[in-house]
């Protein structure tokens, strides 16, 4: 992991939080209508220019889980999502979202139990977490999925993610996994997802992480 940069942006009634280990700047939040978030303001959010409802808006659709909120009184938090999905990324990471439970993330790094952006190029330094280091490799894989799974019997429930050591993403629970196209091309509930960035059947493993040396520390 790298230094925590953790900053607080607190308001009257909901308190909003940006985790810069996890942010990679998609820019949802700064082209979000409103003043919640303006570019080259300081402070960067203020809260207290937004309803709650649009701070749960602009807040959850941050896809990395760098941003959360809290209203002060408890009577907003984030919700659950239905479903548990996993986006392939056009030559980027996996955008995960649903009730996720990563092995191994740290307490200060609540968003990500609704939302994450998980490395596959196998060159972050930030693993198991995305840090845009597939831009700086040239990494491509245009996020095709050839295969459809098992099927679901059920939806939603938790989603555990687990990085294996040297290895692949093992994702178990009720899931679709999307292309970059937004066709929902797979579901099922268990696969290993390769995060080294040498599979020939992407975004599956194919063992090449053990001939590729791969390292996930």
Not at 44 to 59: F, H, K, T
């Amino acid at each position: 992991m790298t230094d925590k940069k953790i900053t607080q942006y607190p308001g009257n009634e909901v308190d909003v939080t940006w985790n810069g280990r996890l942010c990679i700047h998609i820019g949802e939040c700064g082209r979000a209508k409103g003043d919640l978030f303006v570019g080259g303001r300081q402070p960067w959010c203020l809260p207290d220019l937004a309803s709650q409802e649009e701070v749960n808006d602009v807040v959850t659709s941050c896809p990395t889980g760098a941003l959360v909120f809290e209203a002060q009184d408890g009577s907003s938090k984030e919700q659950v999502e239905n479903e548990n999905t996993v986006v392939v990324s056009y030559n980027g990471p996996f955008f995960v979202r649903g009730d996720l439970d990563i092995e191994g993330v740290d307490d200060d790094m609540p968003g990500t139990r609704y939302r994450a952006a998980l490395c596959r190029c196998g060159e972050s330094n930030n693993k198991p977490f995305c840090d845009n280091a597939h831009e700086k490799i040239g990494f491509q894989d245009y996020g095709a999925v050839g295969e459809k799974g098992d099927g679901l019997s059920a939806h939603g429930g938790k989603l555990s993610i687990k990085p294996l050591p040297d290895g692949p993403l093992l994702l178990s629970g009720n899931f679709s996994i999307k292309a970059s196209s937004g066709r929902v091309a797979w579901q099922g509930t268990q696969v290993a997802l390769c995060r080294c960035g040498a599979s020939k059947n992407k975004p599956f493993c194919d063992g090449s992480h053990k001939e590729a040396g791969f390292k996930s520390d």
